[in-house]
C-alpha cells in the first residue's frame, strides 16, 4: 500500500545555491522542486529560500513577478525557510542593503547584511541550538547576516559566543545566517519537514 505522498517542497531558484537545498530536502524524501513562477509556487506545502546574494534575488524576484506571490504566501501561513539571502529576504526591517533593496518581509526582526565586514567573509563554527539537541552543530557562514533585533514572538534558536543572534523561528517561519545545505548535517531541514507536516 502506497503511504503518505511526500510533501512538495519548493526552493526558490532565481539565484542561489538552490541545488544544495534541493539534495538534502529530496535525500529526506521530500518531493523538492525548483521554484522560479507563481504557478509553481502554488503547489508547494513548504518554502525555502536560499543562500545567496539578496539584491540579487529582490530584484529578479519583482522582475519575474513572485515577489508578491511570496508575501502573500508568506502571510497566509505557508512554511518557509531562509537561509543567509533567504534569512535577508524575510526579515522586516533590513540594515545595510543596497539601495532600494527590498525585502519579502514576515519575521519581525532587523537585519543587517554582511554583520561581519571584509575582515571576516566566511568562518565556521560550532553552535548549541537546543532546538536540535546534541551534538552542536557545525555552521558555516559566508558573508553572512546577524539578527540584530527582535519583536516578542521570535525565538532566538541559537546565538555566537558573542550574543549575537544567528538563528531565529517566528510561526510558520525559519531562518539561520548560516548555510546547513553545506556540511551534511541534515538537522534543520528535519526541523522544517516537521514544522511543514505541523502547519
Ligand atoms: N551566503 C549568503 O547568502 C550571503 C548573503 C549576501 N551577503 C547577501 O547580502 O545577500
Redesign the pocket.
Known sequence: MAGKPAPIVGVLALQ?DFREHIAVLRSLGADARPIRRPEELAEVAGLVIP?????VMDKLSRTFGLAQPLKDAIRSGLPVYGT??GL?MLADRLLDGINGQQTLGGLDIAVR??AFGSQLDSFETDLEIPVLGDPPLHAVF????VVEEAGASVVPLATLADGRVVAVEQGNLLGTSF?PEMTGDTRFHEHFLRMIAAA
Request: proline letters at 6%; charged letters at 20%; hydrophobic letters at 25%.
Open positions: 542561489g543562500g545567496g546574494e539578496s539584491s543567509c539571502a535577508i547584511r554582511n559566508i558573508r553572512a547576516p548555510h
